[in-house]
């Protein structure tokens, strides 16, 4: 049998060059924070607390891990100290997901400010705020396709903008792909679907 698709979802603005909708057809979607707003993933993460009730207080019925368990999320028990983004990807390697493709995982901002589709919204930074450091994504996604998952095949949706470290590159495990042929993929993978 097939191992199920996974999409985990950043929310880097890259992110907004794909139909979220579609990919639930596809495959299981784990998404972060604030996402739960706009679109309801299969798996939902927060690490931070003040999004985490943010989350709790919405109502949000959908999977939901966070540090502390509450009446509705579960307690995350992995990667301590990881974010938010490091830790679906986690979930979806554990959970044997294969492959694994990251869209909205930006890493850097945008020509020096924040890089966030919520940003100045409610529990993030403001919208011409100085970039969050991105070096501790780097690391801990690092740790989790070298180390952790040697054996999981993880794709990073990019564009000709995008960053990427240079120590990924080195990781025979990781892979990229340009959104316009990820996008071409899924809409492939739909149009099957109907077919049959």
């Not at 983004?85 to 979806?92: H, Y």
């Not at 044997?96 to 924040?114: C, K, Q, S, T, V």
């Not at 940003?119 to 740790?143: C, F, M």
């Amino acid at each position: 049998m097939a191992s199920v698709k996974a999409f985990v979802l950043g929310n880097g603005k890259s992110r907004l060059q794909v139909n979220l909708h579609n990919l639930k057809k596809c495959g299981k979607v784990y998404g972060c924070n604030a996402l739960y707003r706009d679109f309801t993933p299969d798996v939902l993460v927060a690490t931070d607390h003040p999004m985490s009730l943010e989350i709790e207080k919405s109502g949000y019925e959908g999977e939901f891990w966070a540090r502390t368990p509450t009446v509705s999320a579960r307690k995350i028990d992995i990667n301590f100290g990881f974010s938010s983004g490091p830790i679906a990807v986690s979930m979806a390697a554990r959970n044997a997901h294969r492959p694994i493709y990251l869209i909205g995982f930006d890493l850097m901002g945008e020509n020096g400010n924040i890089n966030n589709v919520y940003a100045g919204t409610d529990n993030y930074k403001p919208l011409k705020d100085k970039e969050t450091y991105w070096g501790n994504w780097v690391n801990q996604i690092s740790t989790i396709m070298k180390k952790q998952f040697p054996t999981s095949k993880f794709i990073r949706c990019v564009d000709n903008t995008s960053f990427t470290p240079e120590e990924w590159r080195m990781i025979e495990n990781y892979h990229e792909i340009k959104f316009e042929d990820f996008n071409e993929s899924i809409n492939n993978t739909l149009w099957q679907r109907q077919k049959e």
